[in-house]
């Protein structure tokens, strides 16, 4: 079994953060395994409280990770301050894992800002150089680059531009965007449209993570870059699709959904 390693904060909803993280490693039959940078006390509707663990205690978790047990890919999420940023990065030059998906998490569905001003600029300069691939959405990307981006052009130059700072490769998300949430990958070297479609739901928390962990979980599994992204824009669709309303506000995706088709058509 491949085994892969997320690095973010806990969601005490349960929809985001590590425990979506776990499941979508879970649903494409990858060990788990967690470095917990915060703890945040949070529900479909609002993120009341913010705790950023020590920069001490995430620094041993990593260590006891990779010490011990071979990573084959380590997901990037909620990192919130420059130090944790400087910690996350400092443990992965040591390492030196072979896929990183960096996941720039900067605020919350709620609208809860979960990076920084410094946190922002560490993060460009130590983080993304080590990263295979990065996957902002538009807010993200536009925090990330100065670029307002609304035109189909406009991802393109924000695609370069991300690029420019380091990382191997860019999803650019289009979630934000008017019509079907088509992203826009760049290897590098050539542009690739990811075709998406909008699924007409509020329960869409933990999306971004759950897609970002399915593109780790792909990778870890021995597919290709693009068809990881393409297998992970696949399996999310889905989750939003089979979601659940759970709570008041944005409720979770459902992270196994595929395993609950089966058990239908079995039952059948």
Known sequence: ???ALTI???DSGGGAGIQADIKTFAAHGIFGMSVITAVTAQNTMEVRSVQAIETAIINDQMAAVFEDIHVDAVKIGMLGSKEIVETVADALYTYVPSIVILD???ISKSGHHLLDEKAVS???TKLLPLATLITPNVPEAEVLTGLTIRTE???YKACLSLADLGSKAVL??????EGNPDDLFYDGKSFHWVKGERIHTKNTHGTGCTLSSAIASNLANGLSLQESIEQAKLYISEAIRNSF???AGHGPVHHFHSFSKKERSESI
């Open 8 to 10: 973010a904060g806990s």
């Open 104 to 106: 720039p998490v900067m």
């Open 172 to 177: 650019l998300k289009g979630g934000h965007a």
């Open 1 to 3: 079994m491949k085994k």
């Open 245 to 247: 309303s759970i709570g």
């Open 122 to 124: 560490a993060l460009k």
């Open 153 to 155: 052009q406009d991802f």
